[in-house]
């Protein structure tokens, strides 16, 4: 494996650092309690990758087995307990662990502790997972045909 080609052509570099402090609330909190911030998206880094960080209250939740058949999904767990499902079993992943999954691999996650956890959700290529998360309250509105559109459109493929 070689370094990509250039994508900058310039002799001096630029001044282009992002910097989001600590104490920046969520982009957007769910009626459960549960919360994501934007830490960047794929919009912001030219399509190269998303970056979240997922919060999730101490009641269940988390997508059941799906796979993408456009983007990798990798989970750094920050705090408490989530289980990650490797397609073929669920992994009780702590502060730390690390999952990657690429491309077309079965995978979801769930908070079963009983304790809030959150953790960094990384995609990549950047898709606009934003989208997505923004949409997830209004699943229970939708008919079967526009939830499968939903679906569809942001690659998200049950098993």
Not at 122 to 137: M, Q, V
């Amino acid at each position: 494996m070689s370094y990509p080609e250039p994508r900058y052509l310039g002799d001096k570099g630029e001044i282009s650092t992002v910097h989001r402090p600590a104490g920046q609330g969520p982009d957007l909190v769910y009626a459960s309690g549960g919360s994501v911030h934007y830490l960047a998206t794929g919009q912001s880094t030219g399509g190269l990758f998303g970056l979240y960080r997922w919060n999730m209250p101490a009641e269940p939740s988390g997508p059941g087995p799906h796979f993408h058949r456009t983007i990798s999904e990798s989970f750094y767990v920050l705090e408490g307990t989530v289980k990650i499902y490797n397609g073929e079993s669920w992994l009780e992943c702590h502060p730390g662990d690390f999952v990657h999954v690429p491309i077309g691999g079965v995978h979801g996650f769930r908070n079963e502790s009983g304790a809030p956890a959150s953790m960094l959700l990384h995609f990549s290529p950047g898709a606009p997972r934003e989208g997505y998360f923004e949409g997830l309250p209004d699943l229970a509105s939708l008919s079967d045909e526009e939830k499968a559109e939903f679906f569809l459109r942001h690659d998200n493929h049950w098993l």
